[in-house]
């Protein structure tokens, strides 16, 4: 499996920026979709957005849709989330996940995003 590590993730004010990155190692990268998700309190797990092992394609949930970008740089072994114009809502911790049999087998530890208002 591959192994995944987040980072990037802080504190930042509503209306802000910030890019996490996901470097991958242990396995064929090129090979995987890989997605982003987000965890607050209380809440169960949200798919963020994922984008394809190409990185033709991308899909986002429609609460960001717009706002945040999902890039990879297969050279790297690496993806990112770009956030821009962030809301206090989207305060959480997030996830990469990596799939490359159609689920999302593989995840990181997470990177806690917090926007203030």
């Known amino acids: 499996q591959v192994q995944l590590v987040e980072s990037g993730g802080g504190l930042v004010q509503a209306g802000g920026s910030l890019r996490l990155s996901c470097a991958a190692s242990?396995?064929?990268?090129?090979?995987?979709?890989m997605a982003w998700f987000r965890q607050s309190p209380r809440k169960e797990r949200e798919f963020v957005g994922s984008i394809t092992w190409t990185g033709g394609s991308t899909f986002y949930a429609d609460s960001v849709k717009g706002r945040f970008t999902i890039s990879r740089d297969n050279a790297k072994s690496m993806i990112y989330l770009q956030m821009n114009s962030l809301k206090p809502e989207d305060t959480a911790r997030y996830y990469c996940a990596a799939s490359e049999t159609g689920a999302w087998d593989s995840w990181g530890q997470g990177t806690q995003v917090t926007v203030s208002s």
């Open positions: 242990g396995g064929t990268f090129s090979a995987y979709d």
